[in-house]
């Protein structure tokens, strides 16, 4: 009520993260888009640090500051939050896989635009937050501040010990869990040199 940049939306039942990810998205018309848990926080720097980054270079697609887990560390591999600057594409989505733990990055300040032709398509599977990093990667760079700080919750989904149970639909996603994410970056990789596809 109080300052009208400020949309409040409270669904009438509860749709579940991945639905509610999707519908924040599609009712945004910003430049810059970021999703913010209920149990995340965050410096009071955050915003201004990477929209100045981004606006500064136009080679990347998102910029976020270093991450931990509540009681938890700064570290750019366990939190999978590390730049990806790499010119080559293949190279940062291979890089992407090095440190792909917890995908910090999920929580970045992203461009928009480069998410729409990713969130179009169905996206309620296991990994579908690492899809949206690796798509990412594929079209720029991503960026981590060494200062300031984000802070994840640890009541969320990947941190829950059934979190495999939602998603064996089907007999395919009980043998191989990551299925639809291995699809995804095989067809991200179609046009990478042979050598960096069976890596």
């Known amino acids: 009520?109080?300052?009208?940049?400020?949309?409040?939306?409270?669904?009438?039942?509860?749709?579940?993260?991945?639905?509610?990810?999707?519908?924040?998205f599609k009712i945004s018309s910003t430049k810059y888009f970021m999703w913010a848990a209920d149990d995340d926080t965050r410096s009071r720097d955050y915003l201004e640090k990477n929209?100045?980054?981004?606006?500064?270079?136009?080679?990347?697609?998102?910029?976020?500051?270093?991450?931990?887990?509540?009681?938890?560390?700064?570290?750019?591999?366990?939190?999978?939050?590390?730049?990806?600057y790499h010119e080559d594409f293949a190279k940062r989505i291979i890089n992407f896989f090095g440190t792909w733990h917890a995908n910090g990055r999920f929580y970045s300040l992203f461009r928009r635009a480069e998410i729409v032709p990713w969130i179009e398509k169905d996206r309620n599977f296991l990994g579908s937050d690492w899809t949206l990093i690796t798509y990412l990667a594929s079209k720029g760079k991503l960026n981590r501040i060494d200062t300031g700080w984000v802070e994840l919750g640890t009541n969320g989904i990947s941190n829950k010990t059934d979190i495999f149970a939602p998603f064996r639909t089907n007999l395919i996603l009980w043998l191989i869990p990551f299925y639809h994410l291995s699809l995804d970056t095989w067809s991200l990789m179609s046009q990478a040199k042979l050598s960096q596809r069976t890596i």
Not at 54 to 71: A, D, H, I, K, P
């Open 51 to 84: 929209f100045y980054f981004l606006e500064n270079n136009e080679s990347y697609v998102g910029s976020t500051l270093q991450t931990r887990f509540q009681g938890g560390h700064f570290d750019p591999v366990r939190m999978g939050d590390a730049s990806l």
């Open 1 to 24: 009520r109080n300052d009208s940049r400020i949309n409040y939306i409270r669904q009438p039942k509860n749709i579940g993260a991945i639905a509610n990810f999707q519908f924040v």
